[in-house]
């Protein structure tokens, strides 16, 4: 398993934009699938972002298709998640995930999980 510590979530307006950060440590984050998973009040867990380790393929949830990007740098074993156009209905906690397959990500079953990190969208 790799420890990851999320940062950069806030309060920003409908329209906003802000940028997550996910810091993996340890010397195996560049064998890991990475991804982004949220939480809304009263809401199960979902499915944001993911993308493998090499980094050449990505996955979106449709509700946040070309408004939401995640990369990844291996040599600062960090992932992020640019968020533009926010809604109100993108107000949740952002965790950031890590998995040897991807898919464990896509179906909110990944073995590492940071702490989280709110995004809160207004009105």
């Known amino acids: 398993q790799v420890q990851l510590v999320e940062s950069g979530g806030g309060l920003v307006p409908a329209g906003g934009s802000l940028r997550l950060s996910c810091v993996a440590s340890g010397r195996t984050f560049s064998s890991y699938a990475m991804g982004w998973l949220r939480q809304a009040p009263g809401k199960e867990r979902e499915f944001v972002a993911g993308?493998?380790?090499?980094?050449?393929?990505?996955r979106y949830a449709d509700s946040v298709k070309g408004r939401f990007t995640i990369s990844r740098d291996n040599a600062e074993n960090t992932v992020y998640l640019q968020m533009n156009e926010l809604k109100p209905e993108d107000t949740a906690v952002y965790y950031c995930?890590?998995?040897?397959?991807?898919?464990?990500?896509?179906?909110?079953?990944?073995?590492?999980w940071g702490q989280g990190t709110q995004v809160t969208v207004s009105s």
């Open positions: 993308i493998i380790k090499g980094g050449g393929h990505t």
């Open positions: 995930a890590g998995d040897q397959s991807l898919p464990k990500i896509l179906v909110v079953s990944p073995c590492s």
